[in-house]
Structures are given as C-alpha cells and as structure tokens.
C-alpha cells in the first residue's frame, strides 16, 4: 500500500542505491514526519541513519544556496570553512550513536520543516549541532501502532490550536462590600476661638464641680479621691445641675489653654515696659515674678 508511511523494506532499498540516486518520496518523508509529531522511534537507528544523513545534506545544500543570493558577503560559519567541512562534521556527530539520539523527535522536525525557524545557514548549522552533541539516546519504542497513512499526518512544526471549553456564567448573585471606614468628605465649620472671659467662666464652673463633688462625697462618707464617682451618683439622682453635666473635658482643656497664652502675653507686655524703663500708667514700674 503506497498511502503508508515507508516500511523497513523501503528504508532498505533507499539505503542501498548510491547518493546521487537517492530521491526523498512521500513514504520517506512520512517516516520522519511521524516520528516529529509523536516522538515515536518506529525503526532501528541503522535503517534510520542514512536517511537522517541524506536529509540533513539536503537542508544544508538548500540554506547554502539560498545564502548566496544575499547582497554582501556571506556569512561565515562557525568551525568551518566550507559546506563541505560543516557536513563533514555533523556526519561524524552522527555517526557517533548507535541508537537514536534522545533528540530524535526536535531533530525530524527540524530535517522535515526547517524554514519556519531559521533563514540563514549558520543558524540552522549551529541548530543541528546543537541537537547532535547529546549523549543519551533512545531504543525503539515498543507497542508500536500500526504504520499511519501520509494523508492522516499532521503539519510538522506547528502549533495547533487547542479548544477549552467555555466557561459557564456565574449565576451567584454577587453582594456588594461595604466600606470599612466612611470618611466625610463635606466641609466642617471651624470651631470658633474661645474668649477669656468664656474661659474664665468655664473654668469657675469647673471649679465649682469640683466642690460641690467632694463637699457631696464628704457628706456620704466618700474619700476625695472618689469624687468622680460622688459626680456619677449625683448624675443619676438629678441633684446635680443640670448645666454642669453638659461641661466637656475639652472646653475645659481649651479654657485653660486660652487663660494660660492670656497671662504668657500679659508678662511679656510688662517685662518689656521693664526693659524699656517705661513707667505703665504713669506709675513707677513694679518688677513682677513670672511664677
């Protein structure tokens, strides 16, 4: 049947006719099409070393001959001088193993379709080498299947496309996250400054707190360092004012801030009048201790 790949009888007969007689056939070809889509090594390395020989010649003639009709010098080769040299050597790396290399499928690809990787001559040598200059190889592979037919063949060298299935759409109603921090991004209205006279009225009722709590917890029987808890007890039996539960610890820090920067100022004003030996009001100055 000649719509098969060649049989170990056809590889004996190509190998046996001299190289000027031998011609590459569908068959042939075949043989090293299968084996760089599968990686299968269906015959022994002896039947397959004079076709990997007359290929590998032929790829090289071919780059060879097309580098020639390059505008400008060619370019030279890597350890040789000549084709000849080149070929010289690869057939030595060859003939060198007594399987096939472990390389044998990159190799059949590369004998089959070199153009779709390489264009110049020096580059697909140095390929060749490349795959040659291994040590490990490869017996035949067992459990063979039968001979494949040429036309069954896929292309050599390239990539197929591989089909996933579609994804099916997600049918889980998706909840929304809620921020973690809400930051307000409207315009606060800036506090307005407080006055010496508020401060000082703050910190009179605070004063003031303060003695009706420990006059509170002296008359229950409650030490002075308790009398926080005296004010609690009196918030929750409404004796206390009213007004003095609304008195915040930070009215009370402000108050004091603004009585403080009052009386820094006042001193600095007097201590310059002193400096200045400048009498305040018409009086005689009158040196004030800043404590």
Known sequence: MTDLIASDEDLRRFNSLPNKGKRLTPALRGVLAEAANTGIVRYNWLLLKPLVLYMLDSVLQDFDAESKVEIGPPL???????????????????????????TFQRLCELLVEPHKQYTYL???????????????????????PPRPRIAE??????????????????THQRVPLEPLFHIDTEAQPAAEPMSIDTASEVLSTESQVQTHAVDQGSARGVAPMQHSHA?????????????????????????????????????????ALEAANVPANGTEVVKVDGS
């Open 76 to 102: 030279p080769l890597a350890n040789d001088n000549s084709l000849a040299d080149l070929q010289s050597r690869l057939h030595g790396y060859v003939n060198c193993f007594t399987e096939a290399p472990f």
């Open 122 to 144: 020096h580059k697909v040598a140095l390929a060749f080498e490349r795959l040659l200059l291994v040590v490990k190889t490869q017996p035949v592979t067992g459990n063979l």
């Open 153 to 170: 063949l896929r292309p050599v060298n390239e990539n197929i496309a591989v089909s996933y299935p579609v994804r099916p759409p997600d």
């Open 231 to 271: 004010i609690k007890t009196e918030e929750n039996g409404t004796s206390q004012p009213a007004h003095i539960s609304r008195i915040k610890t930070g009215s009370q820090a402000q108050a004091s801030t603004v009585l403080g920067q009052s009386k820094a100022g006042l001193l600095n004003k007097v201590h």
